[in-house]
């Protein structure tokens, strides 16, 4: 009998791939805990005050630090990862992303928790292109592609269901576990890499100035709108900061008309549904992202109610955004995509009106119920407006234009907590502040909404 010669010495045999199952979990579970820890802490923003101290600004920084560096961030993190590779760019993000996670739910200070919050930014905007790209290339056949990427997409649906319950119940335990509960997540991701098969690289330029001066203004803009709840509107370092975001914005235009690889060309700007998802991406997120930072203090601050209690309230907003999406392209293929869209916003925009008149006369499970009505926004709106945008830019510029629009969304998210903290720093009118918040949401969305009746309906 002739021996067997082993495959690894046989030259004739091809190698084993690894199975793509461990690259589609790797990137679920990036997606995952990115959206979980842009929602979970809002129902622990009062505990950390408790235990870390530190006003209403001090809270704003805790949820903006991490939003606003994965807002800028986004801009370049894609051309980093196909740089280095997106499996390698996905596994330095997760290694970030858990020893920043660790330090956070370690943070002795406010402060503290504050730097590694942007941190934690910085690796989340290393983690969600890489983690798009690496389903990409896993997948080449289209129809194996679309799957994956749903199941992609879903990893962040269960995040922002579970996120407010989750971080409710822990938040009961310690506060600090809320972050801490990213590690292992982070751990079991980069045990999946390992069975990954290597991405390829890129040669790619980076935007360095650019980059800088998108931070810049991002961060100045902020800085601005979270100061002025402190030293007004009128205030020496608000006007400091809004001339350095002019500054920065100016900066950035200039360099990006100039420079020969611009990190965001600016013809993109050209095009009208590009212009008008930005703004609807830029509104949605100011209602979806700022009412469960004003409301999460509502409940907790002015009704009593536990960290738990307050992410049970958040449970069917959430939750109906879990059991539509999956509706999404159907209704799309039905109807259209303007009418979802525009649709989506409406409802948004009289679930905001409806709270401003029921609060704080109505019970709390009647505003659990009025919050669907911004819920639906989630599945009506997204997903027709994100495969609505791709559609109308060249395929070549499909990377850069869903890095613009979900900077354009993660910006929106910042202002809003930055706004509405400001409208609710004087304890003494929260209930004026809360209702000014809710107004100016629905004004936004609104906006956004009527400008959505210009979108192709196909």
Known sequence: MLNRVPE?????????????VFALSAAI??????????????????????????????LQWVVDGYTLLFAALLLSSGSLADRIGARHALAVGFALFAVASFACGA??????????????????ALIVPASLTLVSETYPDPRRRSRAVGMWAMGG??????????????????????????????????????????????????????????????AALTFAAIEAGDV?????????ALLVAVIGLTAFVLIEARTKDPMVPLDLFGGRVFRISLIAGFAFM???????????????????????????????????????TPFSARIVERVGARTPIVGGLACMVVGMVALVLAAPSAPNWALSILMVLVGLGGPLTMP???????????????GTASGVFNT???????????????????????????????LVGATVVAIAAIAGLRLPQR
Do not use: C, K
Not at 31 to 53: H, Q, W, Y
Not at 163 to 168: K, L, N, T
Not at 295 to 321: C, D, E, K, R
Not at 384 to 398: C, K, S
């Open 8 to 20: 690894a010495l046989d030259a004739t045999v091809p190698a084993r791939r690894p199975a793509p």
């Open 29 to 58: 579970l990036g997606f995952f805990v990115v959206t979980l820890d842009a929602v979970i802490v809002n129902v622990a923003l009062p505990s950390i005050r408790e235990s870390l101290g530190g006003g209403m600004a001090g």
């Open 107 to 124: 943070a002795p200070t406010l402060p503290v928790l504050i730097g590694m919050r942007f941190v934690q930014g910085a690796a989340a």
């Open 157 to 218: 649906a269960v995040a922002s269901t579970a996120g407010p319950v989750a971080g409710g119940l822990l938040t009961e335990l310690n506060w600090r576990w809320i972050f801490l509960i990213n590690v292992p997540v982070a751990v079991i991701a980069l045990l999946a890499l390992r069975r990954t098969a290597p991405s390829p690289t890129h040669p790619t330029r980076l935007d360095w100035p650019g980059q800088l001066a998108a931070v810049t203004a991002m």
């Open 232 to 240: 007004g509107v009128l205030g020496g370092s608000v006007l400091v």
């Open 286 to 324: 100011v209602g979806y992202f700022g009412l469960p930072f004003v409301m999460s203090l509502y409940f907790q601050q002015t009704q009593g109610m536990s960290a738990f209690q307050t992410g049970i309230a958040f449970l069917p907003m959430m939750l109906i955004g879990l059991v539509l």
């Open 384 to 398: 027709p407006l994100t495969a609505l945008l791709l559609h109308h830019v060249p395929p070549e510029r499909t």
């Open 408 to 438: 354009s969304r993660q910006i929106g998210g910042a202002l809003a907590v930055a706004v509405f903290g400001a409208l609710l720093a004087d304890d003494s009118a929260f209930t004026d502040g809360l209702h000014i918040s809710l």
